[in-house]
């Protein structure tokens, strides 16, 4: 598998319900960011967890992360239509410069 | 709110034509950034940029592509003789932070179609 996969790949989801995406890499990361993209629309950074945290929380999000299993989850609570969305794990390893983006989970929240 | 700002917002082109890509990043970010998007697939890093050379480079970006920052302000990215595999969309993001420590910022893309 590749560096950032996540899951599901699509979820769909009634509105005021919680949504709930995994995130999973291979490498030592020294954080993963969470991105989300609109159709179409460039990224927007959404929260950064450090390799030494382990949650983190951000108004209705709330981000984990376990490096032992190298595995984050994004948790949405009271999702709203506005988050229909593709949310993508980004990892940044070593000492280089790049995000490795993920495969992205589509998000639709239904009214 | 400062934001990074990406011109075309769509470029059609002929095979083999060059095609330069303008970025203009958040004006006090030190480190830019050119990730591109094939339709329907994953965000991948193309090139990374800090004190007017590249510091970091992908396999994708080969000696048809070229970065620079011809005037202290513009990012820009150029392909030099385009192929049907380049139509994508083209991310420039800026960082104020070094590497590994922040988050970036993205414009909202260039679309690129080869024909």
């Known amino acids: 598998s590749q560096q950032g996969e996540e899951d599901p790949q699509a979820l769909s989801i009634q509105e005021g319900e919680n949504a709930t995406m995994n995130c999973s890499y291979k490498?030592?990361?020294?954080?993963l960011q969470w991105y989300r993209q609109n159709s179409g629309r460039g990224l927007v950074h959404l929260i950064l967890?450090?390799?030494?945290?382990r949650e983190k929380h951000s108004g209705r999000l709330r981000v984990t992360l376990d490096t032992s299993k190298k595995s984050s989850s994004l948790l949405i609570t009271a999702s709203r239509a506005a988050d229909t969305a593709s949310y993508f794990c980004?990892?940044?390893?070593?000492?280089?410069?790049?995000?490795?983006f993920g495969t992205g989970t589509q998000l639709k929240v239904e009214l | 709110e400062p934001e990074v700002t990406q011109t075309p917002s769509h470029q059609v082109t002929q095979m083999g034509q060059e095609v330069i890509l303008r970025c203009v990043p958040i004006s006090n970010h030190l480190y830019f950034y050119w990730y591109r998007q094939i339709l329907g697939q994953k965000v991948e890093f193309l090139v990374s940029?800090?004190?007017?050379?590249?510091?970091?480079k992908s396999e994708i970006f080969d000696d048809q592509f070229s970065v620079e920052r011809p005037d202290g302000s513009n990012f820009t990215l150029k392909i030099r003789s385009t192929k049907l595999e380049d139509s994508a969309m083209y991310f420039c993001a800026s960082s104020g932070e070094g590497p590994g420590t922040g988050e970036l910022f993205f414009g909202e893309g260039s679309r690129l179609t080869v024909l």
């Open positions: 490498t030592s990361i020294n954080n």
């Open positions: 980004a990892t940044s390893t070593g000492g280089g410069n790049k995000l490795t």
């Open positions: 940029f800090y004190n007017n050379e590249i510091s970091e």
């Open positions: 967890i450090r390799s030494n945290e």
